[in-house]
């Protein structure tokens, strides 16, 4: 079945670093990928997303592109904040029986950024 | 812009109590679901619907009963509360045409169970 693998966390930087979290997925036909993020005592929100193949993804610095030949989505940010500690999470949307839409959620990666 | 709301934010419980959190959305979405949030689980899927009157079980459903009587709102109801079912709970929804599958979130619901 399909599934998301992303990189176990923590990951502590200091700010202004340049960030990377791996995400890897399986799936048959073409789902569309994404990105959540989940604040301190927040629910989740979309980060930013991708529908096909070599679509980038982006938004408030992050970027994430849609790799159909190593079935990867991994994100990334030139200089984070302290403002980005939170857990991210990929994730891909999945056609289930009878048409009913679910996502495939990647266990989620913490960050910390310290000043 | 409500979007999705959940209430209660916090509760706490003695085993064996009843209780239902609800959820309602404003967006017109056909699409709702109820997540637990555990560490180390990340995200697990309780139950869905695709419309009023149409619900399904996820991937933890045992414990939990929903129903789907308008498109606004998706009560999830604990029968029987035990302490494996302290959780962050979250509801969700998204429009079930367009095909992205783009989840809106409430912020969430933290439930003890002593």
């Known amino acids: 079945g399909n599934s998301v693998t992303q990189m176990e966390g923590p990951v502590t930087l200091s700010e202004e670093a340049f960030l990377t979290i791996n995400c890897t997925y399986t799936?048959?036909?073409?789902?569309?990928l994404f990105w959540y993020v989940q604040y301190p005592g927040e629910g989740l929100q979309l980060l930013l997303k991708?529908?096909?193949a070599d679509d980038k993804g982006s938004n408030k610095g992050f970027e994430a592109t849609y790799r159909k030949e190593t079935t990867s989505f991994h994100l990334e940010k030139g200089s984070v904040q302290v403002s980005d500690s939170a857990v991210y999470f990929c994730?891909?949307?999945?056609w289930g029986a009878g048409n009913n839409r679910k996502l495939i959620w990647g266990l989620g990666t913490s960050l910390a950024v310290n000043p | 812009n409500a979007g999705v709301t959940q209430t209660p934010k916090f509760q706490v419980l003695k085993t064996g109590q009843s209780m239902t959190l609800q959820c309602a959305q404003d967006?017109?979405?056909?699409?709702m679901s109820w997540y637990r949030q555990d560490p180390g689980m990340g995200l697990r899927l309780i139950h869905y619907s695709v419309g009023a009157g149409i619900t399904d079980q996820g991937e933890v459903p045992n414990g939990y009963n929903v129903s789907r009587s308008t498109t606004e709102d998706f009560p999830l109801r604990l029968l029987s509360a035990a302490p494996s079912q302290t959780s962050v709970y979250f509801c969700?929804?998204?429009?079930?045409?367009?095909?992205?599958?783009?989840?809106?979130f409430g912020e969430g619901s933290r439930l003890t169970v002593l």
């Open positions: 991708a529908t096909k």
């Open positions: 799936a048959t036909g073409y789902p569309s």
């Open positions: 969700a929804s998204s429009s079930r045409t367009g095909g992205t599958g783009e989840l809106f």
């Open positions: 994730a891909l949307s999945d």
């Open positions: 967006m017109n979405h056909e699409y």
